[in-house]
């Protein structure tokens, strides 16, 4: 049934990129109509990895729009641009004013949750609700072991490039799945598209995010952000994630904050168990207008 609805959405989704600087453009898919909401992938995504998300949301009457960060998914990378996670949030606001688009609903997965909560406080008009899968508020855009990586990046083409990108990410996907039976080759071509078209590009992108430094801290306004918040955690042990530390931040801070546990599934959540995701929008949904 599932591939149906992929071929379905194939054929309604469409996809384009929003000019916000003359150097830097993000990349936008929109299906259907109805209410707003605006979906942020994390590091390694894009918006082919919302691929069984999004024809459920046009559905269920939503208007699904991915908007991939700066040097995410198939949006530009250019090497001096700023990649803290502000500047990414306030990427995302002007890219929805493009659009005209407000008070969405935001689904976000990973360290695409910590651009969420940065745009829900700089920019309330914008955010209805979040669901943030697995996502907690980090202050900075890579981890330590992934800057600890990237001091090989100028020796990653000599030791296989592309490839070499590919069997990392694979190991990567499983390791932090509860069901790994979404990992097929087909989906891995689909992962590593945007850094194989571009693998310079790519990884002058990394490195710059790994150098970058976040204006303010999220932690002291996430007393700021006003509108619930739904924090989606699959239940299986799998690496990457949201910490317990993180899991406490939200809770003290936040004026409207739930948890929903997923029996099963891992850090990607979306691929395993796509219909809880849909869930955890319906329920953001069913508060009606938040102020």
């Given at each position: 049934?599932?591939?149906?609805?992929?071929?379905?959405?194939?054929?309604?989704?469409?996809?384009?990129?929003?000019?916000?600087?003359?150097?830097?453009?993000?990349?936008?898919t929109v299906?259907?109509?109805?209410?707003?909401?605006?979906?942020?992938?994390?590091?390694?995504?894009?918006?082919?990895?919302?691929?069984?998300?999004?024809?459920?949301?046009?559905?269920?009457?939503?208007?699904?729009?991915?908007?991939e960060?700066?040097?995410?998914?198939t949006?530009?990378?250019?090497?001096?641009?700023?990649?803290?996670l502000?500047?990414?949030a306030?990427?995302v606001?002007?890219?929805?004013?493009?659009?005209?688009?407000?008070?969405?609903?935001?689904?976000?997965?990973?360290v695409?949750?910590?651009?969420?909560?940065?745009?829900?406080?700089?920019?309330?008009?914008?955010?209805?609700g979040?669901?943030?899968?697995?996502g907690?508020?980090?202050?900075?855009?890579?981890?330590?072991?992934?800057r600890?990586?990237?001091?090989?990046?100028?020796?990653i083409?000599?030791?296989?490039?592309?490839?070499?990108?590919?069997?990392k990410?694979?190991r990567?996907?499983?390791?932090?799945s509860?069901?790994?039976?979404?990992?097929?080759?087909q989906?891995?071509?689909?992962?590593?598209?945007g850094?194989?078209?571009d693998?310079?590009?790519?990884?002058?992108g990394?490195?710059?995010?790994?150098?970058?430094?976040?204006?303010?801290?999220?932690a002291?306004?996430l007393?700021?952000?006003?509108?619930?918040?739904?924090?989606?955690?699959?239940?299986?042990?799998?690496?990457?994630?949201?910490?317990?530390?993180?899991?406490s931040?939200?809770?003290?801070?936040?004026?409207?904050?739930v948890?929903?546990?997923?029996?099963?599934?891992g850090?990607?959540?979306?691929?395993?168990?796509?219909?809880?995701?849909?869930a955890?929008v319906e329920?953001?949904?069913?508060?009606?207008q938040?102020?």
């Amino acid at each position: 049934m599932w591939l149906l609805t992929l071929v379905l959405f194939a054929d309604t989704a469409h996809a384009f990129s929003v000019v916000l600087t003359p150097v830097e453009s993000v990349q936008v898919t929109v299906t259907g109509a109805g209410e707003p909401v605006v979906l942020i992938p994390g590091l390694f995504g894009s918006a082919f990895g919302f691929r069984r998300v999004l024809p459920l949301l046009a559905q269920t009457g939503f208007h699904a729009v991915v908007v991939e960060p700066l040097g995410v998914g198939t949006s530009a990378r250019p090497a001096r641009a700023d990649y803290s996670l502000t500047a990414q949030a306030d990427r995302v606001a002007a890219a929805l004013d493009r659009l005209g688009l407000a008070n969405a609903i935001v689904v976000a997965h990973a360290v695409g949750a910590s651009i969420a909560y940065r745009l829900a406080y700089r920019r309330p008009d914008l955010v209805r609700g979040i669901v943030a899968l697995d996502g907690g508020p980090v202050e900075a855009a890579t981890t330590r072991g992934f800057r600890r990586a990237l001091e090989l990046a100028p020796w990653i083409k000599l030791l296989g490039g592309a490839r070499l990108v590919r069997r990392k990410l694979q190991r990567s996907l499983i390791a932090a799945s509860g069901d790994t039976t979404w990992v097929t080759e087909q989906v891995l071509d689909g992962y590593a598209a945007g850094a194989a078209r571009d693998l310079d590009g790519t990884l002058r992108g990394y490195v710059a995010m790994a150098a970058a430094r976040e204006p303010e801290r999220l932690a002291p306004h996430l007393a700021e952000i006003r509108c619930p918040v739904r924090l989606v955690i699959g239940t299986a042990p799998h690496q990457s994630g949201v910490s317990a530390a993180e899991v406490s931040a939200l809770a003290r801070a936040l004026a409207s904050f739930v948890i929903d546990s997923v029996a099963g599934a891992g850090h990607f959540l979306f691929e395993e168990q796509p219909a809880a995701v849909i869930a955890a929008v319906e329920r953001i949904r069913s508060l009606g207008q938040w102020r």
